[in-house]
């Protein structure tokens, strides 16, 4: 809180036909046709963000992420390597709406909330009566009056799990990706993992490589780093998939033109998949001249990369694309690390919403 909110794109989730390139559309305020960005819909949302709903990074507090990692470092060490259940959560259910594709995050909350005695009810979107018409808000407080007391959500939109945590009464709201916006629980276990293998300290060079614009694996990230500590944080990408100057300088990052030599500098880096669902427009760029211009390819990592480098993506991975198959599965790589990770991170986070009231 406080702090200020990065910008977010709004391409296809806003209707726009999304035929301008990240740089044209410039910056782009929260909420659509809105010129101020605005911090907060609600305050006493606001109050109420980093304790009851997990919506975003940038209303995370350093202290409440350092509890948040600890908590994961337990519940990793006993229940998932030490095969212990837990009982915290029994008898409560943790609702699994999403409206957009996804195997990891839809799974892993599937599988942490098991793991501390809740039930899941996955809504299967394709099947539910969203499909008849009903809104995101009668949606959540339908689940929620059944008795959920999580609901996870993702959402094609902006702002979605925000809109959800206006309308319920006692529920959780747990973003899990919304449009183009954030993804924190993303956030959190990409962190987790690298201060797993090395000191989070304001040295490390971060380098997010890819479709920088349209990322909220990025976006949130970038956020959380910053709340954290960390100072060097680089972008590249293709210029049409990155935002303009002035908006990188208020996500305190730098936009590097020479992938090899940014590359050089990196202690961790991050590869993007490009969004091409939320671009409108197909990419001017075939997959053979994509991976050659900004690529992860074996050939880079072991002429520029230094030794030591964490390599990351969230999945899913357009392997020969983004990044060489050698690299995904080589010995930086920390992708299932980070898959592995996502358990513990959405175990710790369900307990800590569950304690905040
Ligand atoms: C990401 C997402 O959905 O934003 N994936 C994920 O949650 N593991 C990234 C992506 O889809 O490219």
């Not at 100072?231 to 293709?238: E, F, H, M, R, Y």
């Not at 490009?274 to 997959?287: D, S």
């Not at 969230?314 to 980070?338: F, H, T, Y």
Request: proline content about 4%; overall charge positive; glycine content about 8%.
């Amino acid at each position: 809180m406080g702090k200020k909110q990065l910008p977010v794109r709004h391409a296809r989730e806003s209707g726009h036909p999304g035929s301008r390139s990240v740089r044209e559309q410039g910056l782009d305020s929260r909420l659509h046709g809105n010129d101020k960005p605005q911090k907060n819909l609600n305050s006493k949302l606001e109050v109420h963000a980093a304790a009851r709903h997990l919506l975003d990074t940038v209303s995370l507090k350093k202290e409440w992420v350092i509890r948040l990692f600890e908590e994961a470092k337990r519940l990793k060490k006993e229940g998932i390597e030490g095969g212990k259940l837990f009982d915290d959560l029994k008898g409560q259910h943790a609702g699994l709406l999403f409206f957009e594709p996804s195997t990891r995050t839809k799974a892993s909350f599937h599988i942490a909330a098991t793991r501390l005695g809740a039930d899941p009810v996955t809504v299967e979107v394709a099947f539910s009566s969203v499909q008849k018409g009903e809104s995101l808000e009668d949606t959540v407080m339908t689940l929620e009056a059944m008795g959920c007391h999580f609901l996870v959500i993702r959402h094609g939109e902006a702002l979605a799990a925000e809109k959800a945590a206006r309308v319920v009464k006692k529920a959780h709201v747990i973003n899990a990706g919304d449009g183009a916006h954030e993804h924190p629980t993303q956030a959190l276990l990409d962190v987790f993992t690298v201060a797993e293998r090395k000191a989070l300290n304001s040295n490390l060079t971060f380098l997010f490589l890819g479709d920088i614009g349209y990322s909220r694996v990025t976006r949130s990230n970038v956020q959380l780093l910053r709340t954290l500590g960390v100072k060097n944080i680089l972008v590249a990408g293709p210029p049409s998939l990155v935002p303009p100057e002035e908006e990188l300088k208020n996500w305190g990052v730098t936009y590097v033109t020479d992938l090899n030599k940014a590359l050089a500098q990196a202690d961790i880096v991050h590869v993007l998949r490009v969004q091409l669902e939320r671009h409108g427009q197909p990419l001017p760029l075939t997959p053979g001249s994509y991976r050659e211009a900004y690529g992860l390819t074996q050939e880079r990592l072991k002429k520029y990369c230094k030794k030591d480098v964490l390599v990351f993506h969230p999945g899913p991975m357009n392997v020969g694309v983004e990044i060489d198959r050698e690299v995904a599965d080589g010995p930086n790589s920390c992708v299932l690390e980070q898959v592995a990770n996502g358990v513990a991170i959405r175990m710790a986070i369900l307990k800590t919403l569950h304690a905040s009231c």
